[in-house]
């Protein structure tokens, strides 16, 4: 059995602190790791560890994209085909009657007169269109004789006539120009008495007359003038 012998007066080692130790470890683990890169040791501990299926995930490469075919041409339909018709044989000819020409033994006998054809039908003819109506004819105003502003005297009574009471009824025609004058007068209807239808005559040639007009014009026109011869 050895015996140690302690010094004391020998001095202890010094110690490090925490701090320096921490630091000191961090330099070795960084050391380390950098060797460990370059000598591929990471790389094997990490094909023990990591399965190898999810490194062929990891390393699986991306998918091609896959490009939709294009879209199908429309299907055009088509219209359905008839089959054509076969035609149809021709109907066997039928047997011809004929005729028979012998007279039947009881057939009236007779002369047949031949139908002599109609003339053909003329087409309708229109209607022809009115003549045009006449225009309306101008209306005629007859002369007057009593207007106020003439002012035409009463035929003279002949003395003769009152003392043979002769009375009566003349009518005188007279020509009355497109001035009012008359230019001449005969008797149309007589009283029966020459000295009464004088009187008649010679007083309407003396008168002024309103002239007769045809469409508003003036114009020489023909007008009868009663005049009556009575004795009061």
Known sequence: MSTVFINPNQT??????RNALIALAVLVFHGLAIWAL??????????????AEILSEFLEPPKPKVTPPPPAPPVVAKPPVTPAKMPLPPPPPQPVAIADTTPAPNAPTGVT????????????VAAAAPPPAPPAPAKVELPSSDADYLQNPKPPYPAMSKRLNEQGKVQVRVLI?????AQKAEIKQSSG?????????DTV???????????????????????????N
């Not at 094997?44 to 560890?49: G, K, P, Q």
């Not at 114009?219 to 009575?230: A, K, N, Q, R, Y």
């Open 12 to 17: 202890a080692p010094p110690r490090l602190s």
């Open 205 to 231: 040639m003396r008168w002024r007359y309103v002239p007769g007009k045809r469409g508003g014009v003036a114009e020489t026109m023909w007008f009868v003038v009663p005049i009556t011869f009575v004795l």
């Open 177 to 181: 120009g497109a001035d009012g004058a």
């Open 38 to 51: 370059q000598t591929g040791l990471v790389l094997r501990v990490a094909e023990i560890i990591v399965p």
């Open 113 to 124: 007169t031949p139908q002599v054809p109609l003339p053909p039908i003329a087409p309708p």
């Open 193 to 201: 008495f020459d000295r009464l239808d004088q009187s008649a005559l």
